[in-house]
């Protein structure tokens, strides 16, 4: 049986898409992302440091680009300006690379999204021929229009990025997803695999996550139970669950044959 | 002649000034990069023909870890 992701006219075996920020070093970044199955890894794009680093190995020399799907995002960017100049940027650096992830942020604490800016440049974007993978508030209205506008995918927060609170708002996340006709991934707020396993069973196409991973004890194990965790989410969705019921009349044990 | 680059100002040479050159300079030869000049990007094809001037502004970036 072939369950596959589709974004943008690719497919993909693996939902489990991930970050490579704030690990210790590349190779434990490589070995994280190996553990968790990802083919679709982000990147974000910044000035190089000019002087320093003259024979050092890149982030890319670790995630060659014929193994990988890049994901450049603008981590970072607070207008809709900013974040197309840099995905533009992206597009020349991973010639002529399409598929990108905007997120436009609001405010430093919370790194909560700015929809009205986001809006903006996915126009921008979208028109300028980008696949554009949306990171948004999980506000079903928003993301109609994101839909709209011809994002490929729409990310809604399950909580505050880097928060690990896991899903907050399931019933929003549901109606996002029963609204789309376009991928529905959970992006930011993941704590640990049992959230990743909650956004898939809720009907999520996907799940990115960084520090979820990144920051736990054992990044690569971790990464590893995210992965079965995206996968089980996936089956158990594609199963379908009983139905909720306070109690039950009907034991899963024959009531005949009983001793006494 | 006086370049701004990521911010930071830097001399170099009038002499032997396109952007193919510049990178060179950097010691970035063979490095995956996108570079801005003036707000305009570069395309890696037309480094050797785009040429700098006293006062241009450079920005010069490329992938790092990021989620």
Redesign the interface.
Known sequence: MSDLLKIADKTYRSRLLVGTGKYADFAQTRAAIDASGAEIVTVAIRRTNIGQTAGEPSLLDFLPPEQFTYLPNTAGCYSADDAVRTLRLARELLDGHRLVKLEVLGDPNTLYPNMIETIAAAKILVKDGFDVMVYCSDDPIIAKQLEDIGCCAVMPLASLIGSGMGILNPWNLQIIIENAKIPVLVDAGVGTASDAAIAMELGCQGVLMNTAIAAARNPVLMAGAMKKAVEAGRDAYLAGRMPKKLYSASPSSPTSGLIA | MQLT???KPRSFEAASCNVANLVHN???GG??????LNGE?V??SKFEITLLADGDQL?????????
Not at chain 2, 31 to 36: D, S, T
Not at chain 2, 59 to 67: F, K, L, T
């Open positions: 680059i990521n911010g950097l010691d970035l490095k995956r990069l996108a570079i801005e990007i395309p890696r920005e010069i970036v490329g992938a790092v870890g990021g989620g």
